[in-house]
């Protein structure tokens, strides 16, 4: 701090100029006016006063880099951020549980059909013909799969009871080249014997329970497969009987093929 004041006041003693005019007057009045006594050199007595002067300058000058110096050595003053409060969570409730249908008191449950019970709708009976007897159902029909040079007549039984004694006869009418090609049903083969023979005009196929053996209640199928003359064949005059046992007694049925 000291260097930079001697360097101030050196700059400004060499800067100063002094008044050659004012000298020269002041001169020329002490030339003219009565003497005068003696007193210290004005410039002795001046110089304090300047000395003191410089200095003040000197100071205030120090003062003012100080202060200078002191804002621009001090970092500006970042701003204050004040962190964003989020708001305080709202718990969702869950949406309200859907209570189940209430029943209708006034609708009565729906029955379960029973096992193994008979197609609703049946064949009318007529005079040649009984569907149904004590725990069979029964229903002849010719298979959609015929064609004009070979068919197929089917007999879907049904029995709500086993069955003890069973023997199922279709019959097939001679209309013009009628052979037997073949025959099943849906029960076991060990379980029956099964003839085919052509007797009368009508060919023949019998499954005849064998003994000991037992029919279980349900739905079961024959089939008996045959050739014939080329062309749509007529079923009117082919027909099944079954002869039947349970636990509830003898029950037979018979019927014809509907196409």
Do not use: C
């Not at 050199?41 to 006063?49: L, M, N, Q, V």
């Not at 204050?80 to 549980?97: D, I, K, L, R």
């Amino acid at each position: 701090m000291n260097d930079d004041i001697t360097r101030r006041l050196r700059e400004a003693a060499e800067a100063h100029q002094p008044d050659r005019a004012r000298i020269l007057a002041r001169v020329e009045r002490g030339a003219a006016g009565p003497p005068v006594r003696h007193r210290t050199p004005s410039f002795a007595r001046s110089w304090p006063k300047a000395a003191l002067a410089g200095l003040a300058a000197a100071g205030i000058l120090a003062t003012g880099g100080l202060a200078v110096a002191g804002i621009a050595r001090t970092p500006p003053s970042e701003p204050v951020t004040t962190p964003a409060v989020p708001p305080p969570a709202v718990a969702s409730s869950p949406p309200a549980a859907t209570p189940p249908a209430a029943a209708d008191p006034t609708r009565a449950p729906t029955a379960a059909p029973p096992t193994n019970a008979p197609p609703a709708s049946r064949p009318t009976p007529t005079a040649s013909t009984r569907p149904q007897n004590g725990p069979l159902w029964s229903e002849g029909s010719v298979d959609a799969h015929s064609t004009v040079y070979w068919a197929q007549s089917d007999l879907v039984l049904t029995s709500a009871q086993p069955l003890t004694s069973l023997t199922v006869e279709l019959r097939v009418a001679q209309t013009g080249d009628v052979r037997d090609t073949g025959n099943w049903r849906t029960l076991p083969a060990e379980d029956f014997s099964v003839t085919v023979q052509e007797s009368d005009g009508v060919l023949v196929y019998r499954w005849t329970l064998r003994p000991g053996r037992t029919v279980p209640a349900g739905q079961h199928e024959f089939a008996g497969q045959y050739n014939h003359a080329a062309g749509t064949r007529s079923a009117a005059n082919d027909s099944y009987r079954v002869e039947a046992r349970s636990a509830g007694g003898p029950a037979s049925v018979w019927g014809g093929f509907a196409r």
